[in-house]
């Protein structure tokens, strides 16, 4: 239908990146595009971390692995159960090789903060790759406990982080995966 | 930039409609984009339900409305206190004048089913924008606890509806909201 139609078709889950650095410029741009998100009482509730040093990353995967394997939760959850292997893995980053790294957080206490910064997630991935840019949300990226740790990299408090989302210029764009057709469940009228 | 960058800056949440119907082929055209949605392990664990029929939407506003004055969280939230009065107004329907509701839902079981909704009802809410139609999600109308009324409008017992989004075509379109600077708590590298 147009570009976004093309877009949306089009964006894979990007987690092979080349060397590359993303310019600081771009992604600031691609921070404002996310903002212009609609969020619950217009709050626009998300703060931004962005992590472009590679040893960081590796801290910061280390700390979301452990914190994983020990939650309960990977036990009760079939898909995290299933990256169990990977979690495991002492070598396997679970940023893979991404030169950029975006942690969307937001507060606490809000009802709407997963809602919120997803949605702001949304945007910002669309507008990567609208620049030739990938990303990937990390899911397994987020379980950051270590107080320390998130002080360090500047997560507030009040704050959580929702969204770990990784970005680079793509190596590798993955097969569209099969889609399954729409689930509308009932029409009513 | 292109379309995305001004469907995104030019885009507002409508809650005031023409009277006239959204063809039924443009709904499910617009359901497509939203399952173009990226979502986690590649599930996509999204339904759907369509609802075009007033009488059901003022129930389902009533019923919202009522499950949420009941609700203690309301207490906890600063935005849900904020919207008490019009939780009482029994005349006004949480989905304002709007020919057509989507119900985005998600399986309760999966951790990633907020996100994974959310990101959908983005790529629904700017595929929608893009045909000169006009949507809000609106959260006060996702309480919906009557074990009938869920089965009447079709939502299955292993799932939750995540976003309510009302969609029509705009009567009025909102100023633009004043927007925060972004926040990036901090950079690292």
Chains 1, 2 share one sequence.
Not at 48 to 70: A, H, N, P, Y
Not at 95 to 108: D, E, M, R, S
Not at 172 to 185: C, G, L, V
């Amino acid at each position: 239908m147009n570009i976004f139609g093309e877009i949306i078709h089009d964006r894979r889950s990007v987690r092979d990146f080349e060397e590359r650095a993303v310019p600081l410029s771009v992604i600031k741009e691609i921070i404002a595009d996310a903002c212009e998100a609609p969020s619950a009482g217009n709050r626009q509730p998300w703060g931004f971390v962005v992590i472009v040093d590679r040893d960081m990353m590796k801290r910061l995967s280390d700390e979301s692995k452990t914190r994983l394997l020990e939650d309960e939760s990977v036990i009760r959850s079939p898909l995290l159960r299933m990256y169990r292997g990977i979690l495991k893995d002492e070598q396997h980053n679970v940023f893979y090789n991404a030169p950029c790294l975006v942690y969307i957080t937001g507060p606490k206490r809000f009802h709407s903060t997963s809602a919120d910064c997803s949605l702001a997630a949304s945007y910002f991935m669309i507008s990567a790759a609208l620049r030739g840019l990938g990303t990937c949300w990390v899911d397994l990226g987020s379980y950051i406990r270590d107080p320390g740790l998130l002080e360090e990299i500047g997560v507030p408090d009040n704050h959580r982080i929702i969204a770990p989302v990784i970005m680079g210029y793509p190596k590798n764009i993955p097969e569209r995966p099969q889609r399954k057709e729409p689930r509308i469940f009932k029409i009513i009228g």
